[in-house]
C-alpha cells in the first residue's frame, strides 16, 4: 500500500512536470538568497573583527555559503531533468540517477534544518567572544603608537558613534581603564603624578569618557570629563543626567545588531528549507508517476504516482534490512576471502 | 527628396519593428531611474533642509520626477504602437494619432534638455542656499530650548560627524559664536563674566568647537577647548596639529555631495536624451516605411522609410510658412467677422 497515491493522466502529468520546474527555479533563487546572506554576515563579522578580538567563529557563514551554492546546483539540476521528463527518451538517461538524488535531496534538506538551528543558536558563543573583544579593545584604545593595535581607537570611536553605546557593560568602564596615552601625559605636573600614584597598577584613571560617547541629542553641549563631580559644571547632576552620553553598553547593542541578523537569517533558511522539500515532495510524484506507466509505450496512459512506495513502517524496516545485509555482506565476504587464501 | 532615405523589405521591418520595441522598454526602464533618482534627491534636499535655512529650491527634483513619469508614458505607448505594427488591422487604428506622438516627443526632448541644464546651473544656487543657511544654523547652535530651532543642535552635530567637517569654512567659525547656552553658564562666576564683557555683543566666545567636530583618527584623545593655547595641553602645537578636528569646512563638504549628485543625475538625463532621440528616429522610419508600401495587400512588398520628407531647409521654410499662415488666418478672421452681420442683414 503506498503512501498518498495520487493517480496521473498526460494532462496531470504535463501540469505537475511545469509546476514543479516553476519550482526549481525559484528554488534556486533561493539558493543565491542563502548565498548572499552567508557573504553578508561573514563581510559583517570581518568588519569588527578587531572587537570580537580576531578571534570570532567563521563557522556559520561559511555553512551558508557552501549550502547556498548546493542549494543552486541542485535545483539546476531538479529543474533541468523536470524539463526533460516530458520526453520519455530525455528521461530515460536520468531515471537511473533519480533514486540516489532524491535520497539526497532529502539528506540536504536536513542539514538545511540544522543549519536553521545553529543561526539561533550561534548568539550564545557570540555574546562570550564580544564581550572579551570589546573589553581587550577598550584596554588598547590608547596603544595608538603600537603597530597591530594603532587603529584600535578609530575602529571603537567609529562604533561607539554609529551604534550609539558606550563602554561595556555602560559608561563607567572607562573610569576603570587608562584610555589616554602615556604620551599625552605631562609627568611633571603634580595632578597626573597624584593620579598615578593613586592606584595600585600606576594607571592614570580619570571619570572622563571620549568623545564619541557624546550623545548628539543632549540639549547642552557635551560633557565628557569630571562627569560624577556635580560641582565642576554648572547646573549639572549626573545622577538624573539622561541625555548627555549615551547609556547603552556596546556589548548589549552589538549583540542585539548580530542577534537580530542571525534570526532574520536563520527565519529565511526555514523558508528556504520547506521549499526545498515541497520540490523534493514534486519530484518524487513525477518520478513515480513516470515510472509506473500501465503502457510504457503509449504516453497517454494513465498512472500512479505516490510518496513511498510502501507504507512508513515498511519502508523503515526495509531499510534496516537493506543495512544488517550490507554488514551481513561485508562479513560473507571476508569469511570467502579467507577460506579462497587457504585454499 | 527625403532627408536620410533607406529601402526596406518585409525581413528588415519586422527586424526595425522588434528592435525598436525592445529599446523602448529600455528606455521605459530609464524613465523609471529618472524617476527614482528624482525622489531621492527631493529626500536628500528634505533631510537637510534645516542647513538650507528652509529655502532651498525644489525645482529640480519635481522637473525630474515629471519628466520620468512621462518618459515612462511616452515610451511605453511607443512600445505598444511598436508592438503592433506589425499587424496592419491594429496598426491602422495608431496612425492617425503617430504625428502628433513624435511631436509630443519632441517637446518632450526639448524638456529633458532644459531639465539637465539645470541640473547642471543650479549647483551655484546650493552652494549660496548651503553658505547661508549653515551660518543661520551655527547661531542657533545653542538653542535647544526655542521651539522650531530645538533640533538644529542635534542636526548639525550629526552632519558633521557623518560629512567629517567642522564649521561653515572651517573650525574658526565656532570661535565666532556663543554655541553654549546662557542656561549653562554660571554667570556669577568671575572667569564667565570677563569673557561675556570681553566683546562688545556680551557674547560668551571662547576658542573651543563642539564635540562632533572631533576626528576619530587621531592619535590622541580629542581636544576641543583651548585650541590655539598651545600650553594649555600637554606636547601640542595647534599650528601642526592636523588630525585632532576636521578640518574640512561643511559647506565645502555638504556642496561636494550634492554637486556629484546633480551631476550624476544630469549625465544620466543627457543619456536619456539620446536615448529618446533615437527612439523617435526609428519610429519615424516605422512608420513612414509602413505608409510607403507600394502594395498595401501584400504585406510582402518592398517600402521605403525617412527622417524628413522633404530635405532639412525645404522642411524648416515650410514650418516658417505654417506659422506667418497661421498668423495672417487670425487677421483674415478679424477682417471678415464684421463683414458677415452686414451680409445677413442684407439677406
Known amino acids: ?343 | 527628396m527625403p532627408f536620410m532615405p533607406v529601402k526596406f523589405n518585409l525581413q528588415k521591418r519586422v527586424k526595425l519593428a522588434q528592435g525598436l520595441w525592445m529599446l523602448y522598454w529600455f528606455s521605459v526602464i530609464a524613465g523609471i531611474l529618472i524617476f527614482s533618482l528624482g525622489i531621492f534627491f527631493k529626500i536628500e534636499l528634505r533631510k537637510r533642509s534645516e542647513m538650507m535655512d528652509d529655502n532651498e529650491s525644489h525645482l529640480v527634483p519635481n522637473l525630474l520626477i515629471l519628466a520620468g513619469m512621462l518618459a515612462c508614458g511616452f515610451n511605453a505607448f511607443g512600445g505598444k504602437v511598436c508592438h503592433d505594427s506589425l499587424d496592419p488591422m491594429k496598426f491602422s487604428k495608431w496612425k492617425p494619432m503617430l504625428k502628433t506622438y513624435l511631436q509630443l516627443c519632441c517637446g518632450f526632448n526639448i524638456l529633458l534638455v532644459l531639465v539637465s541644464l539645470l541640473c547642471f546651473l543650479m549647483q551655484f544656487s546650493v552652494y549660496l542656499t548651503l553658505a547661508e543657511g549653515l551660518s543661520y544654523a551655527i547661531r542657533f547652535y545653542k538653542d535647544t530650548d526655542t521651539p522650531g530651532r530645538c533640533f538644529m543642535k542635534r542636526t548639525l552635530d550629526m552632519t558633521q560627524i557623518e560629512f567629517r567637517c567642522c564649521g561653515n569654512n572651517n573650525f574658526r567659525d565656532w570661535f565666532e559664536v556663543q554655541w553654549i547656552s546662557n542656561r549653562y553658564l554660571d554667570m556669577s562666576n568671575d572667569v564667565v563674566k570677563d569673557r561675556v564683557l570681553s566683546n562688545v555683543e556680551g557674547k560668551y566666545l571662547m576658542d573651543s568647537v563642539p564635540f562632533s567636530c572631533c576626528n576619530p583618527g587621531s592619535p590622541r584623545p580629542c581636544i576641543q577647548h583651548h585650541l590655539t593655547n598651545n600650553s594649555a595641553h600637554y606636547d601640542y602645537d595647534h599650528r601642526t596639529e592636523e588630525l585632532n578636528i576636521w578640518t574640512r569646512g561643511c559647506r565645502e563638504a555638504l556642496f561636494s555631495y550634492y554637486s556629484s549628485l546633480m551631476s550624476s543625475i544630469g549625465v544620466l538625463v543627457l543619456f536619456t536624451i539620446v536615448l529618446e532621440s533615437v527612439d523617435m528616429a526609428g519610429l519615424k522610419y516605422l512608420s513612414t516605411a509602413l505608409e510607403t508600401m507600394s502594395e498595401p495587400e501584400n504585406p510582402e512588398c518592398e517600402s521605403e522609410g525617412w527622417l524628413l520628407e522633404k530635405g532639412v531647409k525645404e522642411t524648416f521654410s515650410d514650418l516658417l510658412t505654417k506659422l506667418k499662415t497661421l498668423g495672417r488666418t487670425n487677421q483674415v478672421e478679424g477682417g471678415d467677422a464684421p463683414e458677415t452681420p452686414a451680409a445677413f442683414a442684407s439677406i
Open chain 1, 1 to 343: 500500500m503506498a503512501l498518498l497515491p495520487v493517480k496521473f493522466d498526460l494532462k496531470k502529468r504535463v501540469k505537475l512536470a511545469q509546476t514543479v520546474w516553476f519550482m526549481y527555479w525559484f528554488a534556486v533563487l533561493a539558493g543565491v538568497l542563502v548565498l548572499s546572506m552567508g557573504l553578508f554576515f561573514k563581510i559583517e563579522l570581518r568588519k569588527r573583527s578587531e572587537l570580537m578580538d580576531n578571534n570570532e567563529s567563521h563557522f556559520l557563514p561559511n555553512l551558508l555559503i557552501f549550502m547556498g551554492l548546493v542549494a543552486c546546483s541542485i535545483n539546476a539540476f531538479g529543474g533541468k531533468v523536470c524539463y526533460d521528463s516530458l520526453d520519455p527518451e530525455k528521461f530515460a538517461k536520468w531515471k537511473a540517477i533519480l533514486k540516489t538524488y532524491l535520497v539526497f535531496c532529502v539528506g540536504f534538506n536536513a542539514l538545511l534544518l540544522v543549519t536553521a538551528l545553529l543561526c539561533f543558536l550561534m548568539r550564545i558563543p557570540m555574546q562570550f567572544t564580544l564581550a572579551e573583544g570589546l573589553r581587550n579593545g577598550m584596554k588598547y584604545y590608547k596603544d595608538t603608537d603600537t603597530p597591530g593595535r594603532c587603529y584600535m581607537k578609530r575602529t571603537l570611536d567609529l562604533m561607539q558613534i554609529e551604534f550609539r553605546c558606550c563602554g561595556n557593560d555602560n559608561y563607567r568602564d572607562w573610569f576603570e581603564i587608562q584610555w589616554v596615552s602615556n604620551r599625552y601625559l605631562d609627568f611633571s605636573a603634580k595632578e597626573v603624578r597624584d593620579r598615578i600614584s593613586s592606584n595600585v597598577d600606576g594607571q592614570y584613571l580619570m571619570d572622563g569618557v571620549p568623545f564619541s560617547c557624546c550623545n548628539p541629542s543632549s540639549p547642552r553641549p557635551c560633557i565628557q570629563a569630571q562627569m560624577t563631580n556635580n560641582s565642576a559644571h554648572y547646573s549639572y547632576d549626573h545622577y538624573t543626567e539622561d541625555l548627555n552620553v549615551w547609556k547603552r553598553g556596546c556589548r548589549d547593542a552589538l549583540l542585539s545588531y548580530y542577534g537580530g541578523m542571525m534570526n532574520t537569517i536563520g527565519a529565511l533558511v526555514i523558508l528556504v528549507t520547506m521549499l526545498e522539500v515541497g520540490v523534493t515532495v514534486g519530484m518524487q510524484y513525477v518520478h513515480s508517476s513516470l515510472s509506473s506507466l500501465a503502457n510504457p509505450e503509449d504516453p497517454e496512459s494513465e498512472s500512479e504516482g505516490w510518496l513511498l512506495e510502501k507504507t512508513v513502517k515498511e519502508t523503515f524496516t526495509d531499510i534496516m534490512d537493506k543495512m544488517k545485509a550490507m554488514g551481513k555482506g561485508s562479513k560473507v565476504e571476508e569469511g570467502e576471502a579467507a577460506v579462497a587464501t587457504v585454499s
